[in-house]
């Protein structure tokens, strides 16, 4: 980046437009990209340009690291082999036929250049998949293996496009050097992941100060991807293992801790991939000014061919793949049956690229070993802006529509009620006899009005969730008994909070206890629960 400002700006920037597109539901990165191209064409705006050494460890850790706290182990862990098939199969199935597509499509293309072309648009990024599948309430099996496709698709691609970039600058290629770097990579990320979680999460639960573990915390992706590459292994297999242990686990640290990591983690993904974004807008105009020799023509041409052949290439391996299995293994059919047609259909369909591919496209070298420039640099990097702004702007802005539109059954919010209801209510009986075992220990003795506080806790928790299944208490808002006293508590809560303002501007309390209060205020709060109506 050319100084401190432009950074400045292009953070501020990004995450404006960014915050606009949340507030009117809006495509955020396609937004993004738009304000990018119209920012680029001011004047005074400087000329943003990335180290390649630095792309990915920067821009990487962190996002893959925060998709994996939230994801689910054990759901990725029922749904193993599709997950298997997509981030493995998929990733180097595509990589294969694209480097083919695009060697035989654009003469004078080396078909290790192609290849390296072909690895970096594989991997779907399936965050914003995974962000509509749950707002238009897929089925949890579906929004599972569009996540576990996301965390495991990168060190795929990643390990594939370090193989074809060795061919590419002159390192040469065989088959069996790129099996056994692929090995190495998978099989020496998971090693390094493994021996690292452990240990981390010991200190993480030690640590004790919310503040030193949040410190902490920031620093956990970028050293688990920093050992893995010491031993040239896969970085992002690293980060996935150790943030999918420590996201299994994290109900062994504090409460506060929990509550501020997420509000720290979901605020560094927003900053970093708005910032992405925003530099496709910016970069491509700069981009194809590099391009020489290339008529506007071909490059349209092109550019729509391998998007056709992107989105085709995925339904071509998301058919056989999800129904193979069980017409070839009878244990498999006997156990999960035949999958509906819109399976299939819809993952293939939510193969949008984003962030990683354009990480990685960043990344690519812009000289050989021999110090020549690296061929086709320039449209390369078109390609890949290009693939990644039509796969948004086709599939991105339709999948919603399409996802409405076919006969998936709903989510059965009244079912997942009641498994809520049933797990809060053994969760709580659990706990009033904890309780009661405590009290009887005359060193636990507390005031009866006190007990009758806890108890009363302990009721309200174990029936909300019942109460929600009941009917409202107004007709006109529907609002049910549970919301009514979570509303309630809140406006009383804030009057406490204005009745301290008020004393501490008047004089009779200082700053100091002010913030002590009110404080205690904020986490009493946090601790009420917040259930989607």
Same mark, same amino acid.
């Given at each position: 980046?050319?100084?401190?400002?432009?950074?400045?700006?292009? *953070? !501020?920037?990004?995450? @404006? =437009? %960014?915050?606009? #597109?949340?507030?009117? $539901?809006?495509?955020? /990165?396609?937004? &993004? +990209?738009?304000?990018?191209?119209?920012?680029?064409?001011?004047?005074?705006?400087?000329?943003?340009?990335?180290?390649?050494?630095?792309?990915?460890?920067?821009?990487?850790?962190?996002?893959?690291?925060?998709?994996?706290?939230?994801?689910?182990?054990?759901?990725?862990?029922?749904?193993?082999?599709?997950?298997?098939?997509?981030?493995?199969?998929?990733?180097?199935?595509?990589?294969?036929?694209?480097?083919?597509?695009?060697?035989?499509?654009?003469?004078?293309?080396?078909?290790?250049?192609?290849?390296?072309?072909?690895?970096? *648009? !594989?991997?779907?990024? @399936? =965050? %914003?998949?995974? #962000?509509?599948?749950? $707002?238009?309430?897929? /089925?949890?099996? &579906? +929004?599972?293996?569009?996540?576990?496709?996301?965390?495991?698709?990168?060190?795929?691609?990643?390990?594939?496009?370090?193989?074809?970039?060795?061919?590419?600058?002159?390192?040469?290629?065989?088959?069996?050097?790129?099996?056994?770097?692929?090995?190495?990579?998978?099989?020496?990320?998971?090693?390094?992941?493994?021996?690292?979680?452990?240990?981390?999460?010991?200190?993480?639960?030690?640590?004790?100060?919310?503040?030193?573990?949040?410190?902490?915390?920031?620093?956990?992706?970028?050293?688990?991807?920093?050992?893995?590459?010491?031993?040239?292994?896969?970085?992002?297999? %690293?980060?996935?293992?150790?943030?999918?242990?420590?996201?299994?686990?994290?109900?062994? +640290?504090?409460?506060?801790?929990?509550?501020?990591?997420?509000?720290?983690?979901?605020?560094?993904?927003?900053?970093?991939?708005?910032?992405?974004?925003?530099?496709?807008?910016?970069?491509?105009?700069?981009?194809?000014?590099?391009?020489?020799?290339?008529?506007?023509?071909?490059?349209?041409?092109?550019?729509?061919?391998?998007?056709?052949?992107?989105?085709?290439?995925?339904?071509?391996?998301?058919?056989?793949?999800?129904?193979?299995?069980?017409?070839?293994?009878?244990?498999?059919?006997?156990?999960?049956?035949?999958?509906?047609?819109?399976?299939?259909?819809?993952? %293939?369909?939510?193969?949008?690229?984003?962030?990683?591919?354009?990480?990685?496209?960043?990344?690519?070298?812009?000289?050989?070993?021999?110090?020549?420039?690296?061929?086709?640099?320039?449209?390369?990097?078109?390609?890949?802006?290009?693939?990644?702004?039509?796969?948004?702007?086709?599939?991105?802005?339709?999948?919603?529509?399409?996802?409405?539109?076919?006969?998936?059954?709903?989510?059965?919010?009244?079912?997942?009620?009641?498994?809520?209801?049933?797990?809060?209510?053994?969760?709580?009986?659990?706990?009033?006899?904890?309780?009661?075992?405590?009290?009887?220990?005359?060193?636990?003795?507390?005031?009866?009005?006190?007990?009758?506080?806890?108890?009363?806790?302990?009721?309200?928790?174990?029936?909300?969730?019942?109460?929600?299944?009941?009917?409202?208490?107004?007709?006109?808002?529907?609002?049910?008994?549970?919301?009514?006293?979570?509303?309630?508590?809140?406006?009383?809560?804030?009057?406490?909070?204005?009745?301290?303002?008020?004393?501490?501007?008047?004089?009779?309390?200082?700053?100091?206890?002010?913030?002590?209060?009110?404080?205690?205020?904020?986490?009493?709060?946090?601790?009420?629960?917040?259930?989607?109506?």
């Amino acid at each position: 980046m050319s100084s401190p400002s432009a950074l400045f700006v292009l *953070v !501020a920037g990004s995450t @404006a =437009v %960014a915050g606009i #597109a949340r507030r009117y $539901r809006l495509s955020a /990165p396609l937004l &993004l +990209v738009v304000a990018g191209l119209l920012a680029s064409e001011l004047p005074g705006v400087p000329d943003y340009s990335l180290d390649p050494a630095v792309v990915l460890p920067l821009v990487l850790p962190p996002l893959l690291y925060t998709s994996a706290q939230e994801a689910s182990y054990t759901s990725i862990r029922a749904n193993l082999r599709p997950v298997v098939l997509l981030s493995v199969g998929y990733v180097l199935f595509s990589t294969v036929a694209m480097g083919l597509i695009a060697h035989a499509l654009i003469p004078g293309m080396p078909l290790a250049v192609a290849f390296v072309l072909g690895a970096v *648009v !594989a991997p779907p990024d @399936a =965050v %914003a998949a995974t #962000a509509i599948a749950r $707002r238009v309430g897929l /089925p949890a099996q &579906l +929004v599972s293996i569009l996540q576990g496709e996301s965390l495991v698709n990168d060190a795929t691609a990643i390990t594939a496009y370090r193989v074809a970039i060795a061919a590419a600058v002159g390192e040469g290629f065989s088959f069996g050097s790129a099996v056994g770097e692929f090995l190495l990579a998978a099989l020496g990320g998971t090693a390094v992941g493994l021996v690292l979680m452990w240990p981390l999460q010991w200190l993480r639960v030690r640590l004790g100060d919310p503040l030193l573990s949040n410190t902490f915390s920031l620093l956990v992706p970028f050293a688990a991807y920093a050992a893995a590459e010491a031993f040239h292994a896969s970085g992002v297999i %690293a980060v996935v293992v150790v943030g999918l242990y420590l996201g299994h686990y994290a109900n062994c +640290v504090d409460f506060a801790l929990r509550l501020q990591e997420e509000a720290v983690w979901r605020m560094v993904s927003f900053v970093l991939e708005s910032a992405v974004f925003a530099l496709i807008g910016l970069q491509l105009p700069v981009v194809v000014r590099q391009l020489n020799g290339y008529s506007v023509g071909r490059l349209t041409l092109w550019s729509v061919v391998l998007l056709l052949a992107l989105i085709g290439l995925r339904f071509v391996w998301c058919w056989p793949a999800t129904y193979l299995p069980s017409m070839l293994s009878r244990r498999i059919r006997e156990r999960e049956g035949r999958p509906p047609w819109t399976r299939p259909l819809v993952v %293939a369909w939510a193969g949008m690229r984003g962030v990683v591919s354009l990480a990685v496209a960043f990344s690519i070298p812009e000289t050989t070993h021999d110090g020549a420039p690296f061929p086709e640099r320039d449209l390369l990097l078109f390609l890949v802006f290009a693939l990644v702004i039509g796969t948004l702007l086709v599939q991105g802005l339709t999948l919603p529509s399409l996802v409405r539109r076919l006969p998936i059954p709903e989510r059965d919010r009244a079912a997942e009620t009641l498994r809520e209801a049933q797990a809060q209510y053994e969760a709580s009986t659990a706990a009033e006899a904890r309780l009661d075992e405590l009290l009887r220990d005359p060193r636990n003795r507390v005031p009866e009005v006190l007990e009758s506080r806890l108890r009363r806790l302990l009721d309200r928790r174990r029936n909300a969730v019942w109460e929600r299944m009941g009917a409202p208490v107004h007709e006109e808002t529907g609002e049910s008994v549970d919301s009514a006293y979570r509303r309630l508590a809140r406006e009383a809560l804030d009057a406490e909070r204005r009745a301290l303002v008020a004393q501490r501007d008047t004089g009779r309390v200082d700053d100091e206890l002010l913030r002590r209060l009110v404080r205690r205020l904020d986490f009493e709060e946090a601790l009420m629960e917040h259930t989607e109506e």
